[in-house]
C-alpha cells in the first residue's frame, strides 16, 4: 500500500516510470479507497505500463485481461470443465451406486445424490479465466482490463457487479466474494464512450502526449544510451509528426524504439542519410513514412539555416 502521494512517485520512479502529481495522486486515492481506475487517452501514451509499473511498484501479480469485440463473460470469468465432470462421474459410478444402495424409492435416491452435490458441483471443475482468477487470489493483485472500449455494451455491463461489489455469480457453485479487493486498471484509446454507470464506480485519470521535456526526460530514462544531441532532435521531430494528419501518431514507444534504432547505428544527429531509413520505426503505414520524410527534410533544412558553415544538400539526406 502507498504511504503518500509521494511515495507512489518515489515507487514509480524505482520502476522507470516518470509519474506527474495528477497520476500519483489517483493512483494513491485508487488504492486507499479501493476504487477502480478507468485510464482514458490516445493509443501509446502509456496506459497498459501504467498498469504494470503499479504492479511492480507495490510486488503484486499483474493479471491482464485483454479486450476484443465479442469478449463475454465465459472467456473472461471461468470455463465450465464438463469433460472433468464427465470423467469423475465414470470414475465413482461405483460409488454412486453404493450410495443408492437400499434407496426406498426415486425420491429417497434423488435426495441421497442431491446431497453429494459438491463433489460433483465445485470449484475443482471451474477453469479460471482472468477475472476469476484476480477475485480468487488468495493474494493482492493488479487487475489490468486492457482496451475495455473494443468490448461490446453486454460485457462492460456484466463488469458492473465486480467493479460494484468485487464479486462474482458462478451458476454452478453461487456468488464468489474477492478474497483480497484487487486493484483494477481499466484502458481506454476512446473507441467508443464509456457508460456513465462504469465511468461512476471508476476514478477518471486521462494521460495525453507529454510535452517536450517530459518526453525528453522518458528518453533519457529508457534510452540512456542515447546522445544527448539526437534525443533533443528525437523529441523534436516526434512532438512535430504528432502535429500531422497521421493514420497512427507515434507513441511513446515508437519513440524509444527509434532513438534506439539510431543509436544502435552509430547516428548522433537526424542531419544523416541512415535517418530515412529508419522511419518505419516511428510510423507504421507507407503514407505517414512519406509524410515523416517530407517532415525530416524540413526539419534538416530548417536545422541547417541554422548552420551556415554546413554545406551538405538535402538530397544526401534521402540518399
Sequence with gaps: ?????????????????????????????????????????????????????LAAALGHELIRLQCYEGLDEAKALYEWEYAKQLLYTQILKDKISEVLS?????????????????????????????????????????LLVDEIDKADAEFEAFLLELLSDFQVTVPEIGTLKARNVPLVVLTSN??????????????????DFPDRAQELAILKLKAPEAGEKLAEEVVTMAQSLRKLDLKKTPGISETIDWVKALTLLNVDTLDNALVTETLDTIVKYEGDVRKAQEELKNYVRRARARRPSDTASDKDLLN
Excluded at 520512479?13 to 516518470?18: E, L, N, R, S, V
Excluded at 493512483?27 to 479501493?34: C, E, G, I
Excluded at 452435490?117 to 484476480?134: N, T
Aim: with cysteine; net charge positive; glycine share 4%.
Design 1 to 53: 500500500m502507498f504511504s503518500s502521494i509521494e511515495d507512489v512517485i518515489e515507487r514509480f520512479a524505482t520502476q522507470k516510470y516518470i509519474a506527474g502529481r495528477r497520476i500519483a495522486t489517483v493512483v494513491f486515492l485508487a488504492s486507499r479507497l479501493q476504487k477502480p481506475i478507468l485510464v482514458e487517452g490516445p493509443a501509446g501514451v502509456g496506459k497498459t505500463d501504467l498498469a504494470k509499473v
Design 190 to 207: 476512446n473507441a467508443r464512450e464509456m457508460s456513465d454507470a462504469l465511468k461512476r464506480r471508476c476514478l477518471h485519470l486521462y494521460i
Design 102 to 142: 437400499n434407496s426406498r424409492g426415486l425420491s429417497e435416491a434423488v435426495d441421497r445424490i442431491a446431497r453429494e452435490d459438491e463433489v460433483f458441483f465445485s470449484e475443482r471443475f471451474i477453469l479460471p479465466r482472468p477475472l476469476l482468477r484476480a477475485i480468487t487470489s488468495d493474494r493482492p493483485v493488479v
